[in-house]
């Protein structure tokens, strides 16, 4: 099955310092990957669509300089949490869908981050 | 704005009964509907989904139930096993033209004793 690689797994950084998160997809190409973050007992919320070739899409409310996202190649996308605080401390997620029909999109084992 | 609302946020059940995940959502243009398990520290795993034209999806265990018109949609787990203890994730997703994005639940604990 569609399989979708994330690292670190877990990150301890000090405040100040930019961290970067990558989301690989193993055995299929993905045009287009989805960034999550999830705080403790809420829900995950969509942070950006992260398209192959192009600049990726944030929603409202997502600082587009803060949370950097490059995807260089069909099987690679890229978070970077740039100069983080405290308070960017939060599980990330990564998915992509493995192909146009089909509905489960893959995700990612979760990157937890910890700013100190 | 909460376009997905799971309003249980833990559910207990023995093992063997039906468990029933209930989940509601505001926005008519959704055009499938999944659901998600996830274990803590881990990536959500995709179970089963529905299309916004279908009001029933059955896979084994598990068998999705939609009610468009009440914009209700509903899991059900028979029998529950001990394994099946995890926060399960409603999501709906948007139609291909804003690239398919799912707005996901706020999830629901469910613990299955013995």
């Known amino acids: 099955g569609a399989v979708v690689s994330q690292h670190p797994s877990r990150v301890i950084c000090k405040s100040g310092t930019s961290v970067k998160i990558e989301c690989r997809s193993l055995?299929?190409?993905?045009?287009?990957m989805f960034w999550y973050r999830q705080f403790p007992k809420q829900s995950l919320m969509l942070m950006a669509t992260s398209n192959e070739g192009s600049k990726a899409t944030y929603e409202q409310g997502v600082e587009k300089d803060k949370f950097l996202i490059n995807h260089a190649s069909l099987t690679l996308s890229t978070l970077t949490v740039t100069s983080a605080h405290p308070e960017d401390s939060s599980f990330y997620i990564c998915?992509?869908?493995?192909?146009?029909?089909?509905?489960?999109?893959?995700f990612g084992s979760g990157t937890r981050l910890t700013v100190v | 704005d909460q376009q997905v609302k799971q309003n249980s946020p833990s559910l207990s059940v023995q093992e063997g009964r039906i468990s029933i995940l209930n989940c509601d959502y505001t926005n008519s243009m959704f055009d499938y509907f999944l659901w998600y398990k996830k274990y803590p520290a881990e990536g959500p795993t995709f179970l089963i989904s529905?299309?916004?034209?279908?009001d029933k999806n059955e896979d084994g265990r598990f068998t999705v139930f939609l009610n468009k018109s009440a914009k209700h949609l509903s899991l059900h787990i028979v029998p529950s096993q001990p394994g099946d203890s995890a926060v399960y994730f409603c999501a709906a997703r948007s139609p291909a033209g804003t690239a398919s994005k799912l707005t996901f639940g706020t999830g629901t604990r469910l613990q299955v004793t013995l």
């Open positions: 529905i299309s916004s034209i279908k």
């Open positions: 998915s992509a869908r493995p192909g146009p029909l089909t509905f489960g999109y893959t």
């Open positions: 055995d299929f190409q993905a045009t287009t």
